[in-house]
């Protein structure tokens, strides 16, 4: 850990102590609670440890945190902004940095990608369901796709994915001849291996028909802040929306979560008397300062260049250790763009580590894989190469 980390933590667990303190029980009372918070505070450490790669749950960074702890204390509603004009700054703030980067033009919080997808597939079925209820994504989507189509009730079809784990560009062509669609859905950071969809190439066959193309970029949002990446404002900018998860990859508290339009957002047809200003037709309702102010501290004081020098070095830490993997013998590594490693070992014996959360399991092409997430900025692959040592 830090020595943020620990000081916050050192604050945090003192705080809590006076707390309970201060309250009515009794003391085998206050013993009981003392000891399940000391509990949760334990087992929360595991994020901060070097060799926690099992899945995208980061440690949560210092300045982060404390913007949680603000915004818990500020408790306003933007569905009110204008009592709140601090809120619609720093709203503004957060969308004035992330626009640019993903090529979009406006956007609002949400509770994560599962929401971002679920909104952008309704505004997609506003804008084109009269013409078509069909929506392709990769059989590498992530499930909240099924759920957003089933909720919606939309016809999701999916396209098979080549030996990349990306969606197979002649089979969706092949798949819009045959039926054209309502929404395409690209991803960029595919869940399991980490691998980016041809945005390109499948706007090109959007662009036709034509329909909405909506990125899930909820994991591979991230290398819009680097220099040189393979996922560009250019590239994401083809979409007409983009979410995006800041918890998964910018060390970020659960909820925080962007979703971004080309279109400006317009206010809800239905009727609000009791709110001076209509809200926004957005699938959100009421929300505040908990999905805005620990990343709009974040932005403040780290900036893009100090985002992109925490995400470079997860990227490294990444490509070392599949370096390492392909150099044993009968091991074998798979890096992707946005540092996920998938990797086999001789036998099937890693069963301990992944129960730890050090490493998890997946399929590639059908075959079992252990995977290695490098999420969080605490994550090492020294400490990863520790773990394996007795299995080499």
Same mark, same amino acid.
């Given at each position: 850990?830090?020595?943020?980390?620990?000081?916050?933590?050192?604050?945090?667990?003192?705080?809590?102590?006076?707390?309970?303190?201060?309250?009515?029980?009794?003391?085998?009372?206050?013993?009981?609670?003392?000891?399940?918070?000391?509990?949760?505070?334990?087992?929360?450490?595991?994020?901060?440890?070097?060799?926690?790669?099992?899945?995208?749950?980061?440690?949560?960074?210092?300045?982060?945190?404390?913007?949680?702890?603000?915004?818990?204390?500020?408790?306003?509603?933007?569905?009110?902004?204008?009592?709140?004009?601090?809120?619609?700054?720093?709203?503004?703030?957060?969308?004035?940095?992330?626009?640019?980067?993903?090529?979009?033009?406006?956007?609002?919080?949400?509770?994560?990608?599962?929401?971002?997808?679920?909104?952008?597939?309704?505004?997609?079925?506003?804008?084109?369901?009269?013409?078509?209820?069909?929506?392709?994504?990769?059989?590498?989507?992530?499930?909240?796709?099924?759920?957003?189509?089933?909720?919606?009730?939309?016809?999701?079809?999916?396209?098979?994915?080549?030996?990349?784990?990306?969606?197979?560009?002649?089979?969706?062509?092949?798949?819009?001849?045959?039926?054209?669609?309502?929404?395409?859905?690209?991803?960029?950071?595919?869940?399991?291996?980490?691998?980016?969809?041809?945005?390109?190439?499948?706007?090109?066959?959007?662009?036709?028909? #034509?329909? $909405? /193309?909506? %990125?899930?970029?909820?994991?591979?949002?991230? @290398?819009?802040?680097?220099?040189?990446?393979? =996922? +560009?404002?250019?590239?994401?900018?083809?979409?007409?929306?983009?979410?995006?998860?800041?918890?998964?990859?910018?060390?970020?508290?659960?909820?925080?979560?962007?979703?971004?339009?080309?279109?400006?957002?317009?206010?809800?047809?239905?009727?609000?008397?009791?709110?001076?200003?209509?809200?926004?037709?957005?699938?959100?309702?009421?929300?505040?300062?908990?999905?805005?102010? #620990?990343? $709009? /501290?974040? %932005?403040?004081?780290?900036?893009?260049?100090? @985002?992109?020098?925490?995400?470079?070095?997860? =990227? +490294?830490?990444?490509?070392?250790?599949?370096?390492?993997?392909?150099?044993?013998?009968?091991?074998?590594?798979?890096?992707?763009?946005?540092?996920?490693?998938?990797?086999?070992?001789?036998?099937?014996?890693?069963?301990?580590?992944?129960?730890?959360?050090?490493?998890?399991?997946?399929?590639?092409?059908?075959?079992?894989?252990?995977?290695?997430?490098?999420?969080?900025?605490?994550?090492?692959?020294?400490?990863?190469?520790?773990?394996?040592?007795?299995?080499?």
């Amino acid at each position: 850990m830090s020595d943020q980390q620990i000081a916050l933590s050192t604050l945090l667990q003192d705080l809590l102590s006076q707390f309970i303190h201060l309250m009515n029980m009794d003391d085998d009372q206050r013993l009981q609670l003392i000891r399940q918070i000391d509990l949760i505070l334990s087992a929360a450490q595991r994020h901060n440890l070097p060799n926690w790669a099992g899945h995208m749950t980061p440690a949560v960074n210092e300045t982060a945190a404390l913007g949680q702890l603000l915004a818990s204390l500020h408790q306003g509603n933007l569905l009110s902004p204008e009592l709140y004009p601090e809120l619609s700054m720093l709203e503004s703030d957060v969308f004035a940095f992330f626009c640019p980067l993903f090529g979009q033009k406006s956007g609002h919080a949400t509770h994560g990608g599962s929401y971002g997808n679920l909104d952008a597939l309704w505004q997609a079925r506003k804008k084109y369901g009269d013409n078509s209820k069909r929506v392709y994504a990769s059989d590498q989507s992530h499930y909240s796709i099924a759920k957003a189509c089933d909720m919606l009730g939309l016809d999701l079809q999916l396209i098979a994915s080549n030996s990349m784990q990306q969606m197979d560009i002649t089979a969706l062509e092949t798949a819009c001849k045959q039926q054209a669609p309502m929404a395409i859905v690209a991803t960029s950071g595919t869940t399991s291996s980490g691998q980016l969809d041809d945005i390109t190439a499948i706007k090109n066959i959007s662009q036709k028909i #034509p329909c $909405w /193309l909506h %990125i899930d970029a909820a994991w591979g949002g991230f @290398l819009s802040l680097i220099d040189n990446s393979p =996922l +560009d404002a250019e590239q994401l900018g083809q979409a007409d929306s983009v979410c995006f998860d800041p918890h998964k990859s910018l060390g970020q508290p659960r909820p925080s979560g962007l979703l971004m339009y080309q279109q400006r957002l317009k206010t809800t047809p239905f009727s609000t008397q009791y709110l001076t200003q209509s809200p926004r037709d957005v699938l959100p309702g009421s929300y505040g300062g908990e999905l805005l102010l #620990p990343l $709009w /501290l974040t %932005i403040k004081t780290l900036g893009k260049t100090g @985002l992109a020098s925490q995400l470079q070095t997860k =990227l +490294d830490e990444a490509r070392q250790f599949a370096s390492f993997i392909n150099q044993q013998p009968g091991w074998w590594a798979q890096c992707s763009p946005t540092g996920i490693v998938c990797f086999t070992a001789p036998q099937p014996h890693l069963s301990d580590l992944v129960k730890k959360g050090i490493f998890s399991q997946t399929e590639l092409n059908g075959k079992p894989v252990y995977r290695a997430v490098f999420a969080s900025h605490t994550t090492r692959c020294e400490a990863l190469i520790s773990e394996l040592a007795r299995f080499l």
